[in-house]
């Protein structure tokens, strides 16, 4: 700490001060009454000093010299001096802290002292509202939303009482979906045959047109094989979505393995002419069909294939039975909605599109709340709950299933985040094999749409028998949106508009549209077959 000596205008440490004054000879009473004196008077300006100082800066370390350079009587206080001088040293420095500590309010909170220092902005101004946590108004939304559907809830049952059916989890009609199951027990030929392609082009028994020739027909077949079992059985809409979901699934997983095993080859024939750039590369890239590899491929939370993938140290046995209890409990609220809720608003609606414009609005906006709850329930089962189980039983690292899509500030990024297996699959098999065989990057991502947009109509038409293209165009329609979000996002920088919009046109409008759709649809296909 620097002390001020106004009498010789110059700056001297505190240290230098209490070695000068520890070898001062004392003098009379008058001489040392004369450097009292001159004591007091600089340390009343060093006071002075420091408190203007401090009511400018208005700094921690300016009041903590106040608070060390003042006594109550005006004498200077210095700890190291009163050390030095006194064999009680350590005393009267715990005394110098109890004054410090009493002095600190005294010079800090005083009238003078200037309250506002610099420019600010309101907590919830636009410059200002996203540099901080708003972990409080989230907690508030919480409670609200809580307290809101509780009345809700009650007064639904009050009204129409308990609609859940005794047989909603089990019932004897689902034995009929046996061909079904039958047909899902199977589905695992398929990559055992995979297998065996890639086994015979390691060997070389077989040439690279054959081993493409043969993959195409066992992909082809995962999807059909489903299809045609969905459409020739009459079977429950809910176990041939399933089905189809997982024969989706299969289908994208052995196009990464035929797809990888292609590549993996094409390297190492580079690496064996010599034509590879580093060692690296070879140790990567080494081509080797191992069926234990796939078979945990087939079974990880994952859609692209490698040879080995990042593992955890060990599974959390109280994890899982924790994160499992939560999906039983969020399943079931997904289910209890669907059936205290979104049946009966679909079942009392007419068709949107025959009826009243009015009247079709409103279906629509009653529906899109309790939608909306069901359709983040399933992402939160789905995408946290079951995939992170399925992640910690296999020991499987890499668990980024998702981003923060919630805060897309446009339809690109949240295609982008939403889903990230299946983003990963697009980007590494559709999107950048289209740029590296010259095709623009607007087709490119146009393509990757349009095999979003088949694949949510096969999930979703196959298992209704209904063949309209509603799902098809729901997801073409995502494409126009992302050029007007990506606009807006340029024109306005740092804008949640595009976010907004994918909120309301997607959540809000979008997804009840569809499902009424597709219901009265389902529902006037069963009345013609009757």
């Known amino acids: 700490m620097a002390i001020l000596d106004e009498s010789v205008g110059t700056t001297t440490s505190s240290a230098d001060l209490s070695l000068s004054m520890r070898r001062r000879p004392r003098a009379g009473a008058d001489k040392a009454s004369a450097e009292d004196s001159d004591a007091t008077s600089s340390s009343k300006m060093t006071v002075f000093s420091l408190e203007a100082e401090s009511l400018v800066n208005g700094s921690q370390h300016d009041r903590g010299q106040i608070g060390a350079a003042a006594d109550g009587g005006g004498r200077v206080e210095n700890k190291e001096l009163s050390g030095n001088a006194d064999n009680d040293g350590g005393e009267k420095v715990g005394n110098g802290e109890q004054r410090e500590d009493a002095n600190l309010g005294k010079f800090t ?27 409080g108004l ?3 939304c919480i409670v609200v939303l809580v307290a809101v559907n509780s009345r809700l809830i009650i007064e639904n049952l009050m009204k129409y009482g308990w609609l859940i059916q005794a047989g909603f989890w089990f019932s004897s009609t689902s034995l009929r979906d046996w061909p079904l199951l039958m047909c899902c027990l199977s589905l695992p030929i398929f990559p055992v045959a995979a297998f065996i392609v890639e086994k015979l082009a390691q060997q070389k028994y077989i040439s690279e047109p054959v081993v493409v020739t043969l993959h195409i027909l066992i992909t082809s077949a995962t999807i059909l094989y489903p ?46 002419k010599g034509e590879a750039s580093s060692v690296s590369s070879t140790r990567n890239y080494c081509y080797d069909v191992s069926f234990k590899s796939l078979v945990y491929f087939m079974v990880a939370p994952t859609l692209c294939y490698q040879t080995s993938y990042p593992r955890s140290a060990c599974i959390r046995k109280g994890w899982v039975v924790r994160q499992v209890i939560k999906l039983v409990i969020f399943t079931g609220l997904m289910g209890f909605i669907v059936e205290q809720y979104i049946n009966p608003i679909v079942k009392n609606s007419q068709h949107p599109l025959k009826g009243n414009l009015l009247y079709a609005i409103e279906r629509v906006l009653k529906l899109s709340v309790p939608n909306l709850y069901v359709w983040l329930c399933m992402f939160y089962c789905f995408f946290h709950l079951w995939l992170n189980i399925l992640a910690e039983l296999l020991r499987f690292g890499d668990r980024e299933f998702y981003k923060d899509w919630w805060n897309a500030k446009t339809v690109e990024e949240y295609w982008r985040m939403w889903n990230m297996p299946v983003h990963k699959w697009m980007v590494r098999h559709i999107y950048f094999p289209c740029l590296r065989n010259g095709i623009p990057k607007g087709v490119a991502v146009l393509i990757a749409f349009i095999v979003s947009a088949i694949f949510h109509e096969l999930c979703i038409a196959v298992p209704c028998h209904i063949f309209k293209f509603w799902a098809f165009f729901g997801i073409m329609v995502q494409v126009p949106l992302v050029m007007i979000t990506s606009y807006l996002q340029d024109k306005f920088r740092n804008s949640m508009v595009g976010n907004m919009i994918f909120w309301c046109f997607f959540s809000i409008l979008g997804q009840p549209m569809c499902l009424l759709l597709y219901y009265h649809d389902l529902m006037n296909r069963k009345v013609k077959t009757a």
């Open 138 to 140: 989230f907690n508030l």
């Open 109 to 135: 909170y005083r009238p003078s002292a200037p309250a506002h220092r610099r420019i600010k902005e309101s907590p919830l101004s636009s410059d200002a509202i996203f540099k901080q946590s708003h972990a």
């Open 227 to 272: 299809v045609l079992m969905i459409l020739r059985f009459d079977s429950a809409v809910l176990s041939g979505v399933t089905l189809m979901l997982f024969a989706c699934i299969v289908w994208l997983k052995l196009v990464s393995y035929a797809h990888t095993s292609y590549d993996m080859r094409v390297l190492a024939k580079s690496v064996d």
